[in-house]
C-alpha cells in the first residue's frame, strides 16, 4: 500500500502527442490567421469602394440639382418674357417634369444611400 497517490509521470509518447497537437494548433492558428487578413483586405477594399461611390453619388446629385435649378430660372425667364398661351402650356409642361425629376432623384438617392448603408454595416459586423 502505498502512502501518498502520485500521479504516474508523463512518457516520452504522452509528450510527443503534446507536441504534435500544439503543432496542429500553430499551424490552424495561422491559417485563420491568413484567411481573417484577406478577410479583412477585402472588406477593407469594398468599403473604399463604397466611399468612392458615395462620394460619385454626391457629386452627381449636386450636379444635377445645380442643373435643375439653372432650368428653373430659365423657364422663369422664358415665362417672364412670352405670355402666348401654347408657350405658357409648355413651360408648365416644363415646370411639372422638372418636378418630377427633381423627385425622382431624390428618392434613387434616398434608396441608393440606404442601400450603401446596409452594405457598410455587413462589412462592419465581417470585421
Known amino acids: 500500500m502505498t502512502i501518498f497517490s502520485r500521479t504516474p509521470k508523463a512518457t516520452v ?12 494548433l500553430r499551424s490552424e492558428l495561422s491559417k485563420r490567421t491568413n ?6 483586405a477585402a472588406a477593407n477594399g469594398i468599403d473604399q469602394r463604397i466611399t468612392a461611390i458615395d462620394t460619385r453619388l454626391t457629386n452627381m446629385t449636386a450636379e444635377l440639382s445645380h442643373q435643375l435649378h439653372e432650368l428653373s430660372s430659365d423657364i422663369e425667364e422664358v415665362a417672364k418674357r412670352d405670355s402666348d398661351s401654347a408657350s405658357s402650356e409648355a413651360l408648365e409642361q ?3 417634369s422638372q418636378t418630377r425629376i427633381a423627385n425622382e432623384q431624390a428618392r434613387y438617392e434616398i434608396a441608393f444611400r440606404q442601400d450603401l448603408a446596409v452594405i457598410a454595416e ?3 459586423k465581417v470585421k
Open 35 to 40: 484567411e481573417l487578413s484577406l478577410i479583412t
Open 122 to 124: 455587413q462589412l462592419r
Open 94 to 96: 416644363l415646370r411639372v
Open 13 to 24: 509518447a504522452d509528450l510527443d502527442a503534446l507536441r504534435s497537437e500544439l503543432a496542429q
